[in-house]
């Protein structure tokens, strides 16, 4: 009989854009169970999470103590991916260190923090680039790190940093939506001579990967 117990990870934001295609890449093989905080269990994402199998779900909010600590109890990993750009800064840099402490606390084996680049740090401290919901993760992604250089026996920690995704460049108000300039669709976007990388999310078959390059105005 194989002696194989299936690791259970804890994730926070599974019902979002990155979050489902994460969800279901870890069920895929049945080598980890998934528990999935939720607002609202009876939602179309939540109930096609708990369609694959392998996954449950905790209703409740990021933002109390005692939801995360049942979140966390049993499992080996977690996945934190806080919605910052609804919940703001202050909620965001609160609530991801609380994560971060109840998971050493609750026994975590390795914790993911999901990130975004610090803008205003990147571009100098030059407040005209200051953009909340970015900075709030990159702040929270570095302290996470510096914790764990002190904490790492206890807990792993490692941040995935994302980016903007790629279905953006056709949406309306984001700083990448197009105009049409004599007859050519056009975008314009600040990027001085640095290319960045943009993300392709599709929920409905579980593809989350890092699809293109933006470059001087050209999709590579």
């Known amino acids: 009989m194989s002696s194989h117990t299936t690791s259970t990870i804890f994730v926070i934001g599974g019902t979002g854009a990155q979050g489902m295609p994460i969800v ?10 998934v528990r999935v905080l ?25 933002a109390d103590e005692d939801v995360l600590r049942e979140g966390f109890r049993g499992c080996d990993g977690a996945y934190i991916n806080i919605d910052g750009f609804n919940t703001g800064e202050k909620t965001e840099t609160y609530w991801a260190i609380r994560s971060y402490e109840i998971a050493i606390e609750e026994g975590i084996k390795f ?12 571009s100098g401290y030059d407040s005209r680039f200051r953009t909340g919901h970015y900075d709030g993760k990159g702040r929270m992604g570095e302290w996470v790190l510096f914790q764990n250089e002190k ?3 206890r807990m792993g920690a490692a941040v995935f940093t994302s980016g903007p995704y790629i279905e ?25 001579k640095q290319p960045f990388p943009t993300w392709r999310s599709k ?12 470059q001087n105005g ?3």
């Open 24 to 33: 279901r890449a870890l069920v895929a093989d049945k080598k980890y169970s």
């Open 38 to 62: 939720t607002r609202d269990s009876t939602s179309p994402r939540a109930q096609a999470l708990l369609a694959l199998g392998n996954v449950s779900i905790l209703e409740g909010s990021f």
């Open 111 to 122: 914790f993911v923090y999901g990130n975004l680049d610090y803008a205003l740090k990147k």
């Open 151 to 153: 904490n790492s026996e």
């Open 168 to 192: 953006m460049v056709i949406s309306p108000l984001t700083i990448m939506t197009p105009a049409i300039e004599d007859g050519v669709v056009t975008w314009r976007v600040p990027l001085g």
């Open 203 to 214: 929920i409905a078959d579980s593809t989350f990967a890092g699809s293109s390059t933006i």
């Open 218 to 220: 050209r999709m590579a």
